[in-house]
């Protein structure tokens, strides 16, 4: 399948390596090249310099084209705003967001976009280890 | 009427100021504590500091009665967080984000903003109409129709020159309802008016068909 990612911090630069792994069409985006140097040297995916908001960056990302979108970007607005941008007007058929603040996380759930809270999901994940 | 903004750089606060002014119950929403102060200490209390997107804060500053929710902070995205928290969240009936690019005025309609207002386009509407040479005009926007009517001039050299309106294909979303002619009152362009160099046209327009509007008019591809 194609992927586009946007954000090339640690978790991006991560699931495109593995993606292009699996063979998969990976295309990755960052608005700062010092980002790539995350990816390995035999990364087979496309790095590419541009803002994720921004439907000019996106299209040249091939979203036309693509099956998957996904926003890790450090900014939980940023996230949403991309990921809606892919849905709504690009009609990607899966989207899937990363947003911080679980609040913020619920309400784009309860509209239909698929959002994952690290928060939520890290601090649930300690409790319980910490409590058995 | 009690309204929410959120932002409190320039344009915040200038509209606060003018929202107070006019007799309406504002309160600014501010994540810098320095400005937070400086216009408290200025306006009375008018500002929670904050992030104006987080739901905890929205609740406390009691945006569910809020009747007008206006997102001017320099960041298009958070603007649009925070209008949809306040209409989803809160149904807050009239929301209004100002936003920085303005390719996102289409999205940010798309994902039920009612309002954007885009500083950049404002000021090039009025630089582009003091341009002589400028084939397209934008004088007006009807927001709530999608609609906007733009003037085009006839250039001396246009292939349409000495053709009739009827003659011209036009687009369909597209109606053109004044012709305004050197020394003349004002015409009612009808099937049989004949175009001449130097003519403006006064049409009604979508966005999408503006480019075909400019190209049936003047003749060019």
Redesign the interface.
Known sequence: MKVVIMGCGRVGARLATLLAEDGHNVTILDNDDYSFRRLPPEFKGTALLGNG???GALKSAGIKEADVFVALTQ????N??AT??AK??FGVPRVVCRIY?P??QE?YS??GIEAISPTKIFAQILKEKLES | MYIIVVGGGRVGYYLTKALLDEGHEVLIIEKNATICKSIDDEMGNVCFRGDG????NLTEVGTNRADMFIAVTG????N??AC??AK??FNVPRTIARIR?P?NEI?FK??GIDVTVSSTNIILEHIEEEVPTHPLTHLLTIRDKGLEIVEVKIPADAATVGKTVGELSLPEESTLFLLLRKQQKPIIPKANTTLQAEDKIIAVTTPESEEALRAALSGTK
Do not use: F, P, S, W
């Open positions: 908001i921004d439907q900014g939980d607005n940023r949403v705003m809606q941008i709504y007007i603040d609040l913020r309400m309860t509209l | 997107c987080e739901t905890a960041d298009d995205e958070d649009l967080v949809q928290v989803h969240k690019n390719a999205i798309k994902l």
